[in-house]
C-alpha cells in the first residue's frame, strides 16, 4: 500500500512540474541588477535559483565561523549532564559529598540549574548540612520556585523546624495550590506541631492526588487521625471529632484503636466496646483485639464472652488468644487463663504473652513461675534465650500446638481451608 502511495506521489509531483516548466517557459520573466556601472541580465527563474545558492553559501559559511564556539558549548552542555547523572547517581548510593559536588558543577549549564540545585540542596540535607541545603535551595528558586519551596519545608522539618516548615507552606495550601509533595510535608510538619486539624485537612488533597501509593496513604491517614484523636482533651471533644470524620476515616483500624482507647480513658467504654465490636464484624484485626482487652474493667465479663465466641471462627489468633488470657487474669479465673495464653506462646512467642502468663502465675502465688515468665518475657524482648516451663507446669500433659482446622464455604458452597 506505501508504495502504491509513493508511486502515485512521485506521478503528480512529475506532473505539476511539467505545467510549470510550460508554464514558465511561455515568459521567463527579466531582472536587471545594476550597481556603480555593474549590470547582471538573467531570467526571474535564474534570479531565484542564484538567491537560493547565495543563501546557502552565507548560510554555510556562518556555520563554519560559529563551529569552534559550537564545540565548546556542546561540550560544556555534555559535561553538564553526565556530572547531573553522576550526582545522582551518588545521591541514590548515599555519596552525598560526591553527590553535592557534582550537582553543583552541573548547576553551572542553565538549563540543568533548576534540577541540579534541588538535587544538591537534597544532598546536604542528608549530610546534616542544612544551612547549605537552604542556601542551593534559594539559588534554585529562581528555576524552580515551587519544588524549592516544599524542600525548603522538607528541610525545615528535618532540622527541628516544623512551625517554620508550616507556616512556609500554609499561603499555597490556603489558597489550594499546594503540590502533592508539599501536601505531605504540611501533613507530617503539621503533626510534629501538634496542629492536627491543619495535618486532617492535608488529607484529602493527599488522596486525590493520588501521589502515595495506597499503602503510604494508609500509613498517613493512620498516624494523622490516631494522633488527633488521643489529642482530644475530654469525652466530649473527642466525640464531636469522631462524629466530623468521614466513613472512610471511620473505619480504619488505627483511628478505631485510638478513639476507642480514648473513650474508654475518659470512661465512655460502651462506645468503645460497640465501635470495636462493629470494626471486628467489618474484617477481623489482630490490633483491635488487643484493644478490645484493654478497654478497663467495665462490662468484662461481657466482653470475654464475646471474645470466646470469636474463637470458634479464629481458634488460631496468638493475639485473640493473648486478649483472652489477660482478660481471664483480671476476672482471675486462672484455670481458663493458663490454656489461652499457653496456646498463644505455641503459636507465635511474644513478650505479651510471657508477661500476662507471670501475672496468672503470680495471682495463683506461684512466684517462681511467675519470674520465670517475666524474665522470658524480658529475654524475649532482647532477642535472648527464653527458657521453656517445666512441662508438668503446664495445664495438661503436652501442649498441643497444632493449629485447629476451620471449616469455611465459598461463595458457591464449596468447602475450603482458612489460609
Known sequence: MNLWRWILLLVAVAAIAAFGWHWVAEDPGYVLIQLRGWQAEMSVVAATVALLVAWGVLTAAWRLARWPFGALSRRHRRVSRQRLGDGLVALMEGRHGDAERDLNRASRLDTLRGPALLASAEAASRRGEHGRALEALAEAGQSAPRAARVLRARVLRRDGKAAEAV?????????????????????IASLATGDYRRAREALEPIQKSGALGAKNYAALEAQVLAASLRAAPDGAVLNQLWSQLPKTQRRAPAAIDAYARAAAGFGMVLPAMDEVE???????????????????????????????????????????????????VRLKLWSKAHPYLERSLALKPTAEAWEALGDAYAGEGDDALARQCYRNALAFHRGATVTPLPQDKLHGPRLDTRPVAVEERSEHGVPRLRE
Open 167 to 187: 507556616a512556609l507552606l500554609a499561603p499555597e495550601a490556603d489558597a489550594g495550590t499546594l503540590s502533592p509533595g508539599g501536601w505531605r510535608e504540611l501533613a
Open 278 to 328: 462493629s470494626a471486628l464484624r467489618r474484617e477481623w484485626s489482630p490490633q483491635l483485639i488487643e484493644t478490645y482487652g484493654m478497654l478497663g474493667d467495665d462490662n468484662l465479663d461481657a466482653r470475654l464472652r464475646r471474645a470466646e465466641a470469636w474463637l470458634d471462627t479464629h481458634p488460631n489468633d496468638p493475639y485473640l488468644l493473648i486478649t483472652l488470657g489477660r482478660m481471664c
